[in-house]
């Protein structure tokens, strides 16, 4: 599909309206496309005998991940100048100064 010179006369802002209708309707779009298929995986979980352990299982990787998530972002490292401080405080008695 080429694009006409009606829509380049349209002007820049009608474009950027339609680009951001366009995005919405992708995003949407995937979004049902991968809800779909979430249920199916659900639905296929469910005819499981071992369904249980499974959630077990999935529980406690989601709690791993939300640590680790949480100590990759939210966990600020020590200032580097502190570093250098305590470091040169606990060779100080070694030193005898």
């Known amino acids: 599909m080429t694009q ?3 829509h380049r006369e349209a002007g820049h802002r009608g474009g950027l309206d339609e680009q951001a209708v366009l995005l919405v309707a992708g995003v949407a779009d995937l979004a049902v496309s991968t809800l779909g298929s979430a249920l199916t995986a659900v639905r296929g979980l469910l005819r ?17 991940r939300g640590r680790l998530a949480l100590d990759r ?3 600020v490292p020590p200032a580097h100048l502190e570093v250098l401080a305590r470091h040169a405080l606990t060779r100080r008695p070694a030193d005898g100064a």
């Open 4 to 6: 006409g010179a009606g």
């Open 48 to 64: 499981r005998s071992d369904t249980a352990e499974l959630a077990a299982q999935a529980e406690h990787e989601l709690l791993a």
């Open 73 to 75: 972002y939210a966990a």
